[in-house]
């Protein structure tokens, strides 16, 4: 790993500060830059993608949407919800059985899966009731 700057423990401590609820690079600056008010977006960008390429955090592709960011490493699968966009951990086993069941006449050599249920968070599901 490269050396651990000041501007990049900053981001760091800010991701650490969302609590699993997994936020934009944009997000993240908004945060930061309350912290370092001279550190550019760029900057910030740059040290997600560094920290992310060195396995420190875990930049989460969704579909139609921006990356996120996950500072819980180990493999596990989100939850995006419809309504408010907010993105959770799943607290279930990872399927390593999942790879069993790829037809064995395929070219590629998988190295892992990513997993994103959808549906609404339980906020947006109290408040599409009332």
């Given at each position: 790993m490269k050396r651990n700057t000041h501007q990049q423990q900053t981001v760091l401590d800010v991701l650490d500060?969302?609590?699993?609820t997994h936020p934009t690079a944009d997000k993240i600056y908004e945060?930061?830059?309350?912290?370092?008010?001279?550190?550019?977006?760029?900057?910030?960008?740059?040290?997600?993608?560094?920290v992310a390429e060195?396995?420190?955090?875990?930049?989460?592709?969704l579909p139609a949407s921006?990356?996120?960011?996950?500072?819980?490493?180990?493999?596990h699968y989100h939850m995006r919800c419809n309504q408010c966009g907010l993105i959770f951990d799943v607290a279930m086993p990872v399927m390593e059985s999942i790879y069993k069941k790829l037809p064995a006449t395929s070219e590629y050599e998988v190295s892992g899966h990513d997993i994103v249920?959808?549906?609404?968070?339980?906020?947006?599901k109290a408040s599409n009731k009332q």
């Open positions: 500060t969302f609590k699993g945060q930061v830059s309350l912290y370092m008010p001279t550190i550019s977006r760029a900057t910030v960008y740059r040290i997600l993608n560094n060195e396995g420190v955090v875990q930049r989460v592709h921006a990356d996120r960011y996950d500072d819980h490493l180990g493999h249920f959808t549906g609404l968070c339980a906020k947006c």
